[in-house]
T-cell receptor, first 110, second 113 residues
Framework: TQLLEQSPQFLSIQEGENLTVYCNSSSVFSSLQWYRQEPGEGPVLLVTVVTGGEVKKLKRLTFQFGDARKDSSLHITAAQPGDTGLYLCAGTYNTDKLIFGTGTRLQVFP | GAGVSQTPSNKVTEKGKYVELRCDPISGHTALYWYRQSLGQGPEFLIYFQGTGAADDSGLPNDRFFAVRPEGSVSTLKIQRTERGDSAVYLC???????????FGPGTRLTVL
């Protein structure tokens, strides 16, 4: 059974602070995705990474895929209250189904 | 354009009852997925359709759960003899084809009393 561990589980910070969320697995991913989910809604895709060592930027968000394709990180610079939500990593292992991580709940206070 | 829609948005039922949850995928999407998300956790895969056929049903927890997609569009997830442990948000996603981006619906919140 493939497991994706995310840390931290909860994060409460002030507006303007930086933060990093981690996603780790004992298995090698074919690809890894990061999602953001708000209450009452489904997850919304932020980014997909497929190459070991890959770095992608989306405005204030920076996503990194580990060289061995077993781990990933999401870094947010100067967090804003609008960044509040549940952040989920999800991996694929040569199949179509997504294996989701345990989630990181982020709260950004003004 | 219209996204993935799910009905009902909320369903409250009693232990032992039968429920059906509906998913309308994005028009033209051939792949459809069902996931279940328990409180405070990430979604768990249940079943995946490519067209009308179930390509992977390895995530269905037991034989009380069944899903159909008879015309390759709308899908229904059916749960027999519901148990309190079935309470969760059931999410549906669709994608244009194999291994494409999955677009999620808002989910159906199922509560079994």
């Amino acid at each position: 059974t493939q497991l994706l561990e995310q840390s931290p589980q909860f994060l409460s910070i002030q507006e303007g602070e930086n933060l990093t969320v981690y996603c780790n697995s004992s298995s090698v991913f074919s690809s890894l995705q990061w999602y953001r989910q708000e209450p009452g809604e489904g997850p919304v895709l932020l980014v997909t990474v497929v190459t070991g060592g890959e770095v992608k930027k989306l405005k204030r968000l920076t996503f990194q895929f580990g060289d061995a394709r077993k781990d990933s990180s999401l870094h947010i610079t100067a967090a804003q209250p609008g960044d509040t939500g549940l952040y989920l990593c999800a991996g694929t292992y040569n199949t179509d189904k997504l294996i989701f991580g345990t989630g990181t709940r982020l709260q950004v206070f003004p | 354009g219209a996204g993935v829609s799910q009905t009902p948005s909320n369903k409250v039922t009693e232990k032992g009852k039968y429920v059906e949850l509906r998913c309308d995928p994005i028009s033209g999407h051939t792949a459809l997925y069902w996931y279940r998300q328990s409180l405070g956790q990430g979604p768990e895969f249940l079943i995946y359709f490519q067209g009308t056929g179930a390509a992977d049903d390895s995530g269905l927890p037991n034989d009380r759960f069944f899903a159909v997609r008879p015309e390759g569009s709308v899908s229904t997830l059916k749960i027999q003899r519901t148990e309190r442990g079935d309470s969760a948000v059931y999410l549906c996603a669709s994608s244009p084809g194999n291994r494409d981006t999955q677009y999620f619906g808002p989910g159906t919140r199922l509560t079994v009393l």
